[in-house]
């Protein structure tokens, strides 16, 4: 299984609600990481785990909060966004540093 | 602040017509550069990681070349295909776990 699997799709919030974002696989990777991605713009880094240690964050505000439960999930809880966090937001992992990134397909988030 | 550079933001070629983007990045602490290919609705997807001055890599009709002293790489694809049609994301890593990407070369290969 070569695949990183992010769910959901597809994600429509409010700027009051509570959403999670998923990320899992199943490649015996030990790095993981979050990227935000908006049109025509360079994915951006936003957190990186290793180990299930979080290793980087990107000063991202508060209101997205990283959580790797073992090594294989990585989750994004959610809260109060801003219309401007409205992005695609990419799950990638590697085996260890230094190597290439194998990327999810990502969840495109609306938040309105 | 590093910042990857990637030229241009977009091409339109006719199928059969050779092509070429070109990628620009710091060139101190310079420790990879990799090329990925991003189909619509899909995930991007590694095509090569290039380390030493002077690498040169191929995969089928797709090259790319690496000078780190200047601090620039090109992604040469020969004989467009329809199914070319993608974004090419360029990203340079100075080691460890950060890895900095262009904002892409969008490609449409017309039949």
């Known amino acids: ?112 | 602040i590093l910042n990857v550079e990637q030229s241009p933001q977009s091409l339109h070629v006719q199928e059969g017509d050779s092509t070429n983007f070109t990628c620009s990045f710091p060139s101190s602490n310079f420790y990879a550069l990799h090329w990925y290919r991003w189909e619509t609705a899909k995930s991007p997807e590694a095509l090569f990681v290039m380390t030493l001055n002077g690498d040169e890599k191929k995969k089928g009709r797709i090259s790319a070349t690496l000078n780190t002293k200047e601090g620039y790489s090109y992604l040469y694809i020969k004989g467009s295909q329809p199914e070319d049609s993608a974004t090419y994301l360029c990203a340079f890593n100075t080691g460890g776990f950060k890895t900095i990407f262009g904002a892409g070369t969008r490609l449409f290969v017309k039949a």
């Open chain 1, 1 to 112: 299984d070569t695949e990183v699997t992010q769910t959901p799709k597809h994600l429509v919030m409010g700027m009051t609600n509570k959403k999670s974002l998923k990320c899992e696989q199943h490649m015996g990777h030990r790095a993981m990481y979050w990227y935000k991605q908006k049109a025509k713009k360079p994915p951006e880094l936003m957190f990186v785990y290793s180990y299930e240690k979080l290793s980087i964050n990107e000063s991202v505000p508060s209101r997205f909060s990283p959580e790797c439960p073992n090594s294989s999930l990585l989750n994004l809880h959610l809260h109060a966004l801003q219309p401007e966090d409205s992005a695609l937001y990419l799950c990638a992992s590697t085996p260890a540093t230094n190597e290439k990134l194998f990327f999810g397909s990502g969840t495109q988030l609306s938040v309105l």
